[in-house]
């Protein structure tokens, strides 16, 4: 009989932290670690809206996962298929090969997708933000964009090109509009045919408050901030379609623009729907083990699980790297438990606030629910990304400084092509692995 195998889907915050876990928990002849990943890295999507904006290298929110989990071996590939009873995982690597995986213990941390609702044109033209593929394409497209704008001799085509929407003013939308809006400033410095009055920067919301899911005593401070800059907030207000060139929005105003961005929400990862599990809104019921009721050899964590939240009534717990992590670990322990090696435990965490970076020098948190603004808040959402990333901190760090010392660099290379942002798109390609 050879070792038991643990296979981890999904090297995201949940996975990456329960193998961490495991590598630590158990002796090195006690399992096979199997992680199954299409990257070689775990990101760390907090820090993606910088990435959009140009103050943080892409490579710096790609933490490199073999230096990280040496005793875990990757396997480069989507998750396709699921057979519990049979204990075997499909997977079709990055080069389109099919392999069979078999497992003894399963932890499904495939995290989430963009939600997409279905209004008109979003699929076809809206872009999608939560991959660094997403992020690079879009700093070059703004760029493009405002160079565009500057050349047009059409006065329509050059304001459509220069205004920015941004839908979804949770965490994502608010730092995106944010980091973007700083980044187009950038664009226009030492430039003479284009002026700050004539970029638009529009942040759109069905909420009657920015940051509707965080504490109220953020959401004004945030909104203030990004009106101060000259950012159009407009809550209460939805799209109702979307064409190549305009955004039009339930309020019946017309928005002419080449650039709208869905920041609106995010779904449980597809892998979970093609599974006979019990789900609660997409996401595979567990009990506070982490466990599967009907599976005790499969665990879930991360925004793929409904983790029932002692400190809130049992309701599942938000979809938030917070939760991931603890989620991610607890998972680690557990499992190490189920072969024998330390005890079971319940998830209990207690939400520790939420940071929201704003750009520039604003920010606004609430570690501890204690609610700050400006600079302390600031230096409370760098000190906490710092802290929580598993690595590259140096290099975040020093980006970072760099940042606040010189210009900031304006260049686009146009790797990404626009085929594959386009979120109609990148659900075709999650539908097609997952
Ligand atoms: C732009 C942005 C900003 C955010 N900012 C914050 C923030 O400031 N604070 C906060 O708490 N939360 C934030 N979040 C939410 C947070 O990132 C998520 O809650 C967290 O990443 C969830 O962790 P996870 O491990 O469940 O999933 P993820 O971190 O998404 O990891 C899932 C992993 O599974 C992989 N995967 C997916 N499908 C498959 C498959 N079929 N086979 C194999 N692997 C697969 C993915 O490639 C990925 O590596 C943000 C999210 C976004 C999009």
């Not at 889907?9 to 961490?20: K, N, Q, S």
């Not at 399963?106 to 044109?121: D, E, M, N, Q």
Request: overall charge neutral; proline content about 7%; aromatic content about 4%.
């Amino acid at each position: 009989m050879g070792k038991p195998r643990v296979l981890v889907v999904g090297t995201g915050f949940a996975g990456y932290h329960c193998l961490r876990t495991l590598e630590r928990v158990l002796p090195p002849d006690a399992a096979e670690l199997v992680a199954v990943n299409p990257t070689d890295y775990m990101l760390y999507v907090p820090l993606l809206p910088e990435v959009a904006g140009g103050s943080l290298d892409p490579r710096r929110v790609a933490v490199p996962l073999r230096p990280k989990l040496p005793r875990t071996r990757l396997v480069q590939a989507h998750a396709t298929g699921l057979d519990l009873a049979a204990r075997t995982c499909t997977v079709v690597d990055v080069e389109g090969r099919e392999q069979v995986l078999e497992w003894d213990r399963l932890v499904l941390t495939a995290g989430s997708v963009t939600r997409l609702l279905s209004i008109p044109g979003v699929a076809e033209h809206a872009f999608g933000f939560k991959s660094v593929a997403e992020a690079v394409f879009l700093r070059d497209h703004v760029l493009r964009q405002v160079e565009l704008a500057e050349q047009a001799t059409d006065p329509a085509e050059r304001a459509a090109r220069a205004t920015f929407v941004v839908v979804g003013a949770g965490y994502t939308g608010t730092e995106l509009v944010a980091q973007g809006q700083q980044l187009t400033r950038s664009a226009l410095r030492g430039r003479t045919g284009l002026s700050e009055s004539e970029i638009k920067w529009v942040l759109v919301d069905m909420a009657p408050r920015v940051l509707p899911g965080l504490d109220e005593r953020l959401s004004g401070p945030a909104a203030k901030v990004l009106r101060a800059r000259g950012v159009d907030v407009r809550l209460e207000t939805s799209v109702k379609e979307v064409t190549e060139h305009c955004a039009r929005l339930t309020d019946g105003s017309e928005i002419p623009t080449r650039t709208l961005v869905w920041c609106v929400g995010v779904q449980p990862d597809p892998l979970v729907e093609a599974v006979a599990l019990t789900t609660a809104k997409g996401r595979v019921v567990v009990d506070p083990t982490l466990a599967v009721p009907t599976h005790p050899h499969v665990f879930a964590a991360g925004d793929v699980a409904a983790v029932p939240d002692v400190f809130n009534d049992g309701k599942p717990t938000p979809m938030t790297a917070q939760h991931a992590q603890r989620q991610g670990k607890l998972a680690g322990r557990n499992v190490a438990a189920s072969l024998g090696h330390g005890d079971v435990s319940t998830y209990r965490h207690r939400d520790l606030g939420f940071v929201v970076d704003l750009a520039g020098s604003q920010a606004v948190a609430n570690p501890l629910h204690v609610p700050l603004t400006g600079l302390p808040a600031k230096a409370v959402a760098r000190g906490y990304h710092l802290l929580a990333m598993p690595g590259n901190r140096l290099r975040v760090a020093v980006d970072w400084l760099t940042d606040l010392l010189a210009r900031r660099q304006v260049v686009q290379f146009g790797l990404v092509p626009e085929a594959g942002v386009r979120l109609g798109d990148v659900e075709k390609a999650a539908a097609r692995h997952g």
